[in-house]
């Protein structure tokens, strides 16, 4: 990729949410990275809140907003979050109130979200969602990845795999579906769509029905 498609403007376009989800260890966070990067500051990022601990080199209001179980309860009495679900245990929510002054800005916002999130989002603010779904290139390479951390027990990983398996199962919700092989292909995709705010047609992918059979360990259709 040349310099000058990096440094390419957004085109101006009614504002959009850019709801970002995949399962756990497709490499949504480096993809998320890459895509911030390249926009310059163009794209809105929401910071998410959750209960979970930080982890190493995370920091409380750049990686999350780190808090208590109470405190989160307490954010959701007081309607702050644009969405909210519990994801391996914690509690995970998107604070409203920066995504709506985003889009007033006319700046497009991403979201790093999970599919349950995803369909909140898309009921609060209905004309001005679209979603894509990451999807990993086979179930091997996806519980490579996860194991490849060595952060987790042997139970952890098989939850995430399970909760992966049902991300996966619910793919026809969302607008776009995109392999993540390639980092640098794959990102490209996603700027496309935010570059058309969401418009430009949608080419599925070759065979997605079998492709997602693969992934679930389920016999391909046909």
């Given at each position: 990729m040349g310099e000058r498609e990096?440094?390419?403007?957004?085109?101006?376009?009614?504002?959009?949410?850019?709801?970002?989800?995949?399962?756990?260890?497709?490499?949504?966070?480096?993809?998320?990275?890459?895509?911030?990067?390249?926009?310059?500051?163009?794209?809105?990022?929401?910071?998410?809140?959750t209960t979970r601990p930080a982890r190493p080199?995370?920091?409380?209001?750049?990686?999350?907003?780190?808090?208590?179980?109470?405190?989160?309860?307490?954010?959701?009495e007081r309607g702050d979050?644009?969405?909210?679900?519990?994801?391996?245990?914690?509690c995970y929510g998107t604070p409203g109130r920066p995504v709506l002054e985003a889009l007033e800005q006319g700046r497009p916002?991403?979201?790093?979200?999970?599919?349950?999130?995803?369909?909140?989002?898309?009921?609060?603010?209905?004309?001005?969602?679209?979603?894509?779904?990451?999807?990993?290139?086979s179930r091997e390479e996806l519980e490579r990845r996860l194991r490849g951390r060595r952060t987790e027990e042997?139970?952890?990983?098989?939850?995430r795999l399970r909760e992966a398996q049902q991300e996966i199962r619910n793919y026809r919700r969302f607008d776009y579906v995109i392999v993540n092989q390639d980092i640098e292909r794959t990102v490209t995709q996603i700027r496309a769509i935010m570059d058309q705010s969401g418009e430009m047609p949608c080419a599925p992918l070759p065979d997605l029905d079998r492709r997602v059979a693969e992934l679930l360990g389920d016999r391909p259709p046909g």
């Open positions: 990096t440094e390419r403007p957004m085109q101006k376009t009614s504002p959009r949410v850019f709801v970002l989800c995949a399962p756990s260890g497709t490499g949504k966070t480096t993809v998320v990275r890459a895509l911030l990067e390249r926009a310059r500051g163009q794209i809105f990022f929401s910071v998410s809140a080199l995370e920091r409380d209001g750049v990686d999350y907003f780190f808090l208590t179980s109470e405190e989160f309860q307490t954010w959701i979050f644009l969405e909210h679900a519990e994801v391996y245990g914690y916002v991403l979201l790093d979200i999970d599919w349950q999130g995803a369909c909140q989002v898309r009921r609060n603010l209905p004309e001005t969602v679209v979603t894509l779904l990451l999807l990993p290139p042997q139970d952890q990983i098989q939850r």
